[in-house]
T-cell receptor
Framework: KQEVTQIPAALSVPEGENLVLNCSFT??????LQWFRQDPGKGLTSLLL?????REQTSGRLNASLDKSSGRSTLYIAASQPGDSATYLC??????????FGRGTSLIVHP | EAQVTQNPRYLITVTGKKLTVTCSQN?????MSWYRQDPGLGLRQIYY???????DKGDVPEGYKVSRKEKRNFPLILESPSPNQTSLYFC?????????????FGSGTRLTVV
């Protein structure tokens, strides 16, 4: 059974820092990997989707990489801002369409 | 605009009073699912549906029912709610493999059962 782990569980940084959030998974036979952002009490907003054949995806200040062989994905946030404060979740999915979610990294960016 | 719409956003009810949380999508996605999210437990899948009239249990189906009579709607039914079903609920959809844009989530329903 797939297991997804996100490290660290919580992170507090000053504004302007470049950040790396980690996501590891135990079964490399994934179809894709998706990163989400969740604000407190709100829904999950999709940030980036990486197909299994891709190595990375970029959107603005966000860059996500995928290394299937090592079972790892990283989300890189450049020049962090207070508005980036949220919980970031990763999820893998295989051919069954049923995703496996990590528990998330809670990020606080303070001015 | 592609979206998943859940209603209501907030609901307070009493133990045993049947309720339905609706989920509707305008993306013609086959796959729809329901999750609950609780502090310290993360997202847990309740039920999912691969297409019309096809539903399956997720990890925590006890106390819940679903139906998929048409592609766009996937209501979650609590026949006799109990306080341990107090939670934040999400509906999610996903398209088929030919046009995979990943999962799209609704805004959530905060349910309190007293």
């Amino acid at each position: 059974k797939q297991e997804v782990t996100q490290i660290p569980a919580a992170l507090s940084v000053p504004e302007g820092e470049n950040l790396v959030l980690n996501c590891s998974f135990t079964d490399s036979a994934i179809y894709n990997l998706q990163w989400f952002r969740q604000d407190p009490g709100k829904g999950l907003t999709s940030l980036l989707l990486i197909q299994s054949s891709q190595r990375e995806q970029t959107s603005g200040r966000l860059n996500a990489s995928l290394d299937k062989s090592s079972g790892r994905s990283t989300l890189y946030i450049a020049a962090s801002q207070p508005g980036d404060s949220a919980t970031y979740l990763c999820a893998t999915s295989g051919g069954s369409y049923i995703p496996t979610f990590g528990r998330g990294t809670s990020l606080i960016v303070h001015p | 605009e592609a979206q998943v719409t859940q209603n209501p956003r907030y609901l307070i009810t009493v133990t045993g009073k049947k309720l339905t949380v609706t989920c509707s999508q305008n993306m013609n996605h086959e796959y729809m699912s329901w999750y609950r999210q609780d502090p310290g437990l993360g997202l847990r899948q309740i039920y999912y549906s691969m297409n019309v009239e096809v539903t399956d249990k997720g990890d925590v189906p006890e106390g819940y029912k679903v139906s998929r009579k048409e592609k766009r709607n996937f209501p979650l039914i609590l026949e006799s709610p109990s306080p341990n079903q107090t939670s934040l609920y999400f509906c999610a959809t996903r398209g088929n493999a030919l046009l995979d844009t990943g999962y799209t989530f609704g805004s959530g329903t905060r349910l309190t059962v007293v």
